[in-house]
């Protein structure tokens, strides 16, 4: 059976995966069992994704990347360059923890920057942005923008990654495809 997918002749993709029409897996990437990544998504260089992770559908993952047992990644998440998830709360090399990997979940268009780690059980609301070398230790609500280590909330973003800026009212607009938002008990939606 032809595959619906492209992936790199050093590539290794284990037994049991599912792999979406229209993704490509890069160089030197390893794809573990049971993993679940869905239609045109991008893993490039030296990644890899540990057993059961699931990516949504366009989730995009830089060059050396690793995704650990636990992670989900909801549609068009971007991860970038050598970030990485945690997926136990106190690794020690002489004990075995395998049954007790975190769950955390990324939400539908979050972006994570380049060299930032995600420590486990720390969900990421949609539409996040996480900067470059950013160390997340707690939940991060949607829309919002996070830099540092720890990770601490300085603003918020449009869905098309824009800073928003609140008048009075609450109200924002991203300048680029002029949707509005609303900030309302420290929470922002999409003013529809």
Known sequence: ???DYFAHETAVIDEGCEIGKGTKIWHFSHIMTNCKLGKNCNIGQNVVVSPEVVLGKNVKVQN???IYTGV???DDVFLGPSMVFTNIVNP????I???EYVRTIVRRGTSIGANATIVCGHDIGEFAFIGA???VTKEIPAYALVVGNPARHIGW???FGHRLHFDKDGIAQCPESKERYELKEGKVGKVE
């Open 1 to 3: 059976m032809e595959k």
């Open 64 to 66: 050396n990347v690793s």
């Open 72 to 74: 989900i990644c909801e």
């Open 92 to 95: 020690r090399s002489a004990v």
């Open 97 to 99: 923890r395998k049954g």
């Open 133 to 135: 070398g950013a160390v």
């Open 157 to 159: 973003m449009s869905e």
